[in-house]
T-cell receptor
């Protein structure tokens, strides 16, 4: 069974440019999460989806970040415009239902110059 | 606000020794998770603890949960080099839609 797929794995952009990350969760997993992980720290939840509905986006900086999960499967996280402080690893995870163990993707390492 | 604290943050131990990592959280939790992360890799789920007194074991790792004390422990028995990684606990609170990770414990097992 394929795990959580994320792309790209690495992205280097200049500040003020837009960037998008893509996530394909494990088949059948209804709950999808986007996390931000800074170096040496634990992941911080940005947004959680139950199917196609964003049910917890309180930590998402809505002035520059946006996310969507069309049809309740794949999801895209976008930053526009990117700032230097956005450099981090962006992790996607999925679970069968909320409360079950989460399966994490490999992450996208973003560097903003 | 939910806070999750792990200690120690750094742990260096000899092979064959035992040690415990602690995870304290600030408010009533619905469930607690332990994850492992190798350098440059993503997180791997180790345990999901659902209720007070829950204990789970996998190989040399054993996790327990005391919801009254708001404390979970991850015990390492007879450590081996392959256990070197960063271990995170995470707490999930259904009522207020909050989930937080601890800062992680970076474990190094030396021969």
């Amino acid at each position: 069974e394929a795990g959580v797929v994320q792309s790209p794995r690495y992205k280097i952009i200049e500040k003020k440019q837009p960037v998008a990350f893509w996530c394909n969760p494990i088949s059948g997993h209804n709950t999808l999460y986007w996390y931000l992980q800074n170096l040496g720290q634990g992941p911080e939840l940005l947004i959680r989806y139950e199917n196609e509905e964003a049910v917890d986006d309180s930590q998402l900086p809505k002035d520059r970040f946006s996310a969507e999960r069309l049809k309740g499967v794949d999801s895209t996280l976008k930053i526009q415009p990117a700032e230097l402080g956005d450099s981090a690893v962006y992790l996607c995870a999925s679970s069968l239902v909320r409360g079950a163990g989460q399966f994490f993707g490999p992450g996208t390492r973003l560097t903003v110059l | 606000e939910l806070k999750v604290e792990q200690n120690p943050l750094f742990l260096s131990m000899q092979e064959g020794k035992n040690y415990t990592i602690y995870c304290n959280y600030s408010t009533t939790s619905d469930r607690l998770y332990w994850y492992r992360q190798d350098p440059g890799k993503s997180l791997e789920s180790l345990f999901v603890l659902l209720s007070n007194g829950a204990v789970k074991q996998e190989g040399r790792l054993m996790a327990s949960l005391d919801t009254k004390a708001r404390l979970s422990t991850l015990h390492i028995t007879a450590a081996v080099h392959d256990l070197s990684a960063t271990y995170f606990c995470a707490v999930d609170m259904y009522n207020n839609n909050d989930m937080r990770f601890g800062a992680g414990t970076r474990l190094t097992v030396k021969p």
